[in-house]
């Protein structure tokens, strides 16, 4: 079964930067390269809301609340994927998780995500 890891997360000021990482294991390279994959968040009292995909071209797109702050990138050789966020605001305050870009029925079981607190 697949396993998906994040990691990374932690405390920054506004206008700060974190990158996230997460692995996935339980899954071939060769599967893993032809998956569109995605970040996600979920922050406190809100739903889960999908702000970035990459391809299995590493074409990527973005939300519109992270449009320009934040990049997505992925390392197929270890099965992972990278968020970096920059200019940081309050509310990018979430737990943030990896999984298939897709829908529910195509995605992996969730990891425990890695919390993101962005305050003064």
């Known amino acids: 079964q697949v396993q998906l890891v994040e990691s990374g997360g932690g405390w920054v000021q506004p206008g700060g930067s974190l990158r996230l990482s997460c692995i996935a294991s339980?899954?071939?390279?060769?599967?893993?390269?032809?998956?569109?994959m995605a970040w996600y968040r979920q922050a406190p009292g809100k739903e889960r809301e999908l702000i970035a995909t990459?391809?299995?071209?590493?074409?990527?797109n973005f939300g519109d609340s992270v449009k320009g702050r934040f990049a997505i990138s992925r390392d197929n050789a270890k099965n992972m994927v990278y968020l970096s966020m920059n200019s940081l605001k309050p509310e990018d305050t979430a737990v943030y998780y990896c999984?298939?870009?897709?829908?529910?029925?195509?995605?992996?079981?969730w990891g425990r995500g890695t919390q993101v607190t962005v305050s003064s």
């Open positions: 339980g899954i071939s390279g060769g599967i893993f390269s032809i998956t569109h």
């Open positions: 990459i391809m299995s071209t590493s074409i990527s």
């Open positions: 999984n298939v870009a897709g829908p529910s029925e195509r995605r992996w079981p």
